[in-house]
């Protein structure tokens, strides 16, 4: 083979594998796209269904045992009203004998026990719920995310709340 003959095959051969190297560098890169936009979507689905419950509010009634709350639902999906049983309310406080206390507060819409918490109302940026709304007598309905849910708990009048801080402690059913 002559010189020149050897000269066009290298050529061949070097341009060949450039191209090669581009078209396999070209794949990683959008592999690497695509592998950046799912974990992307992973993370932000994963923020998405979060699920809790953010106090907004408390206020201590005048006689030291009822406790005001407002919960602001910020979980991913509504929690219907069959399932306020299953939400946990756990007060942390200081009582008369100063004693810190920490007190789970089971659901009671009656209010027929010593100490629990039963729903008031939900409402939605100060105004009643338009979506799902929720039958008086919390029957049925759901609480919708963004939708404010007005509580009312209680403790024993024999260890009512004294000082600060008082402490809630909220979980439902899903963590």
């Known amino acids: 083979m002559s010189s020149l003959g050897g000269l066009v095959v290298f ?3 070097t341009l060949t594998t450039l191209i090669l190297i581009g078209y396999t560098l070209n794949n990683i890169s959008t592999q690497m796209s695509l592998f950046t936009y799912y974990k992307e979507y992973i993370e932000k689905r994963t923020l998405d269904s979060k699920r809790e419950i953010v106090i907004r509010s408390l206020e201590v009634s005048q006689d030291n045992t009822t406790v005001s709350l407002k919960l602001l639902n910020r979980c991913g999906e509504p929690i219907h009203v069959k399932d306020f049983p299953l939400i946990d309310l756990i007060l942390v406080y200081v ?5 810190t206390r920490a007190v789970w507060l089971s659901y009671s819409l009656d209010r027929a026990l010593n100490e629990g918490w039963r729903p008031l109302t939900i409402k939605q940026n100060n105004d009643t719920e338009l979506i799902n709304p929720v039958s008086g007598e919390f029957k049925s309905g759901l609480w919708d995310p963004g939708e ?3 509580v009312e708990a209680w403790v024993s009048s024999e260890k009512p709340i004294t000082g600060e801080p008082v402490f809630i402690i909220s979980c439902i059913k899903s963590g």
Do not use: A, G, H, P
């Open 11 to 13: 050529t061949v051969f």
């Open 95 to 99: 009582s008369v004998d100063n004693e």
């Open 148 to 150: 404010v849910l007005y």
